[in-house]
């Protein structure tokens, strides 16, 4: 056995310990979840009293599924819990009774082991397969892994899901043995019931990124390079309309939410998406809208065409899409386009030239000559096999509707490389900024200091990256001393400030108990 990786976490108030290794019979390494302060023995006692509670309160699945009676349960169990984990551990501390009710209101009222694996922030995916084999997940380190988390039967795999249809309204039964859920944190869940699938019930949870990712991410991951991200960034100022494009998982709606950086802060902007998934800067004038889907009537549905159209009557200068599906909604974005709006979508292709072919065949079939109205194309990239994410290409449409590839990725080197000198996109930015090549140029250089900037300085929190840029843009010429003076932002210096504060705070506790300690050690003298 080979220990690849080693962490802890805290999910629930449980403190858990996370090993990663591999083994000779297994092709996948092991994910390894221990509860490091729960022995057998207290697991076993765990166990009983879990029983005990089924008992007394009752509690049967279709009680828990039943919004009416969840609440009365949830409060009659934790009643009862107070009890049951005094009569059997009798000198227990609060601090492990709170620990020991987290556990067990997990184990018998939630998704027991489950919502320990969606409190690892290392996780984007999580799949039960069936009651036979274990639980997978995809570790933004190390890809797929086998957990050493099984589901006891069939019925609990429907139970889990019947749950999380509860918080959403929704119902997944033999009628409807399909279900697609967003939950209110982000996190996108998709279940099947037998005999649709085959092996078993399933469940397949996508994870909402607990920090959105910036451009200063993407720069230290090598997703993207500075001089790259410099061209993107002066588009989006520019109010250049851009389409991301790439496979499953390549990382487009992060793209999305990393162009999105960009945005000036006199604007206003709407996103649009089935799955609430991008984050903007609190500051900005942004209206964040999600579609809905129909009650089990059937009614009350909102498409994205209906909040495209809806947008529109909103004054926006920047709409943001989620993903174009159909032939309706690129027509409208189009539109929105040709009326003076920015635009900033995603579309499911591996490259340039697929994007097109894409746009311009059914189900999305816009008309070519409409092409140019988007000025850029940002192709991502996965490789299969060690899960890395890369942009691929940086291409901009001419006039014409046909494509050039401005930025390339060498895939042996894992490096952006210029692969042509822009033509359109320059041509644009010369008629309607009044700018000339050379001035775009240094504009461009400028901004790649900023973005070199943001890296040493580690400014990397949606917030902090989106107030670099309102100074950028509100106060240039003072910003750019400062960048060039490599010295610190304000938010920057308050923030080491507080740290500082907090250390001298701790530092002053340790004396005072150093102190306490060494006046209880001195011998007491006896009075004569």
Do not use: C
């Amino acid at each position: 056995m080979a220990v690849k990786d080693e962490y802890n976490f805290i999910s629930n108030e449980i403190p858990i310990k996370i090993r990663i290794y591999t083994e000779k019979k297994e092709f996948v390494p092991i994910y390894d979840v221990s509860i490091s302060s729960i022995s057998k023995n207290t697991e076993i006692i765990l166990e009983k009293i879990r029983q005990e509670l089924i008992t007394e309160v009752n509690l049967g699945i279709i009680d828990i599924i039943d919004i009416k009676k969840s609440d009365l349960i949830e409060q009659r169990f934790k009643e009862t819990i107070d009890l049951l984990v005094k009569k059997h551990f009798p000198d227990v501390n609060k601090r492990t009774m709170k620990f020991l009710k987290s556990y067990l209101i997990q184990k018998s009222l939630g998704m027991g082991n489950i919502e320990i694996l969606m409190n690892d922030n290392n996780l984007e995916e999580i799949a039960i397969n069936n009651a036979e084999e274990p639980v997978w997940i995809y570790h933004r380190k190390h890809g797929w892994l086998k957990t050493n988390i099984t589901i006891e039967s069939e019925e609990q795999i429907k139970h889990y899901a019947s749950l999380i249809g509860k918080k959403v309204g929704r119902q997944i039964t033999v009628l409807e043995p399909l279900m697609d859920a967003n939950l209110s944190t982000g996190d996108r869940v998709n279940s099947t019931l037998l005999p649709i699938s085959l092996k078993g019930n399933t469940i397949t949870i996508r994870k909402f990124a607990a920090k959105p990712w910036t451009i200063t991410d993407f720069i230290k991951n090598k997703t993207i390079s500075a001089e790259a991200a410099a061209l993107v960034w002066l588009g989006v100022q520019y109010e250049l309309s851009i389409i991301i494009s790439g496979g499953t998982a390549t990382g487009k709606t992060s793209m999305l939410n990393v162009v999105s950086n960009f945005f000036p802060p006199n604007q206003r902007i709407i996103s649009i998406e089935d799955t609430h998934e991008i984050q903007l800067p609190k500051f900005l004038h942004w209206i964040p809208m999600i579609t809905r889907l129909p009650n089990p009537e059937g009614r009350g549905a909102i498409t994205m065409l209906d909040l495209l159209v809806n947008s529109l009557r909103m004054r926006p200068d920047r709409i943001v899409v989620g993903e174009i599906r159909r032939k309706k909604e690129a027509e409208v974005l189009f539109e929105a386009i040709h009326t003076g709006h920015s635009v900033y979508a995603t579309v499911h292709a591996n490259d340039t030239n697929e994007t097109i072919t894409r746009l311009t065949n059914p189900p999305i079939e816009v008309p070519k000559s409409m092409l140019p109205a988007i000025s850029m194309i940002l192709v991502q990239y996965r490789n299969r096999r060690t899960g890395i994410r890369r942009t691929f290409q940086i291409s901009e449409i001419l006039p014409d509707s046909s494509t050039s590839v401005l930025i390339q990725l060498n895939i042996k080197k894992d490096k952006l490389e210029k692969a042509n000198n822009s033509v359109s996109v320059m041509k644009t930015l010369e008629m309607f900024t009044g700018m000339t090549k050379n001035e775009i140029n240094k504009d461009i250089k400028e901004k790649e200091l900023v973005l070199k900037y943001l890296v040493k300085h580690n400014i990397d929190t949606v917030d902090d990256v989106g107030g670099v840029m309102a100074e950028y843009y509100t106060d240039k010429d003072n910003f750019m001393k400062i960048v060039r003076s490599n010295k610190a932002l304000m938010f920057e210096k308050k923030e080491t400030a507080e740290i500082e504060e907090k250390k001298k705070s701790v530092n002053l506790t340790k004396k005072k108990v150093a102190l306490k300690k060494k006046k209880s050690a001195r011998p007491i003298r006896k009075k004569r």
